[in-house]
């Protein structure tokens, strides 16, 4: 039976999707090195066709979506997506997984998360094209749920909503202190040691709230000597001798971005650890190439480094998260 298409056209889609995105018709048009007025027309046709208003757009205010607008930006992005694998999958061979995944890490997991993925997943399934974003948790929230993210990998405290999850790593938050500190000859430090000392803290929800709570459940408060949101930063200020800090993510380079020596102890009484999971939306259906992606994380060889160094891979999280996979597919 003949269905007829719709009126409206992909181009059409993606300059409403960029807008959106960018929160105003300017920005958009910048980012798509397009005039105002080419992204304008498109929005007014679109919406003309369709018989229904996306967008509100203010001069001083920017753009925002109607909820009508809301829920065609998700469709259209699905859209997208398939339309771009579709395209991909004329030249792929039988079987093989094609187009795009976005995938979102959180900051300090992205040099462990990134390097993986584009080496070792993209030569495995070469066809895929993966982009990637770096955001924190705060920034995460509603990305999954509107379809901007396909996977995202990050601390299990504080996801937003409630998304499937595949738990990949636990680790225990450390302190790192300069070579030259007086308790780095130690093998394990006791916070009370450090409270009276300046704190480098690395100022990113849920990181700084993880370290605050470290403090708090021994009854202590830290004397914050610096805040800020950058990973190096903290290993920069520490190696300088300006204070301590505490981290989960594990740095095979135990020098600073100065070159300076860098040593990292373990906390006593020991932490409870904190989990790296990857997270995929638990409302929408999972394409084959974002299920395999999701799949490769449970082989990954990030698994087997964190055992070469004493972490914990995770393991029995993995059956939960194959259930979850099975749902997804379910009409």
Not at 158 to 184: C, D
Not at 277 to 294: E, F, K
Not at 298 to 309: I, Q
Request: glycine letters at 6%.
């Amino acid at each position: 039976m003949f269905q007829r298409s719709p009126d409206f056209t992909l181009r059409q889609l993606s300059y409403l999707i960029a807008a959106a995105e960018a929160g105003s018709v300017s920005r958009a048009a910048s980012q798509l090195h397009l005039s105002p007025a080419a992204i304008t027309e498109a929005l007014n046709e679109l919406e003309r066709i369709l018989g229904t208003t996306l967008t509100i757009r203010r001069k001083a205010q920017g753009l925002t979506l109607t909820p009508s607008g809301t829920r065609f930006v998700q469709a259209a992005r699905e859209l997208l997506a398939e339309s771009q694998a579709l395209a991909a999958s004329t030249s792929a061979p039988e079987g093989a997984h094609a187009g795009p995944i976005v995938v979102a890490c959180y900051p300090t997991l992205a040099p462990l998360v990134l390097p993986v993925l584009l080496d070792d997943f993209c030569r495995a399934h070469p066809l895929v094209e993966l982009r990637t974003l770096d955001l924190s948790h705060d920034e995460l929230e509603g990305r999954i749920e509107s379809g901007e993210v396909d996977v995202a990998f990050v601390y299990d405290t504080l996801v937003p909503g409630a998304p499937n999850r595949h738990r990949l790593l636990r680790l225990p938050a450390h302190v790192l202190l300069p070579e030259a500190h007086p308790l780095a000859a130690s093998d394990a430090i006791h916070l009370r040691h450090l409270a009276e000392e300046n704190l480098i803290l690395f100022d990113v929800p849920p990181s700084s709230a993880h370290t605050l709570s470290l403090f708090a459940e021994q009854g202590l408060t830290p004397r914050i000597g610096s805040r800020t949101g950058s990973f190096e930063a903290v290993r920069t200020l520490v190696g300088r001798g300006l204070g301590y800090g505490i981290l989960v993510q594990r740095v095979a380079n135990r020098q600073s971005y100065e070159g300076r020596p860098l040593v990292i102890r373990e906390i006593t009484p020991a932490v409870p650890p904190v989990g790296i999971d990857v997270i995929w939306s638990a409302d929408r259906a999972v394409p084959d190439r974002v299920t395999a992606l999701i799949e490769f994380t449970a082989t990954a060889e990030w698994s087997r480094g964190a055992e070469e160094r004493g972490e914990s891979p995770a393991t029995a999280p993995r059956e939960r998260s194959s259930h979850a996979l099975r749902r997804t597919h379910q009409p």
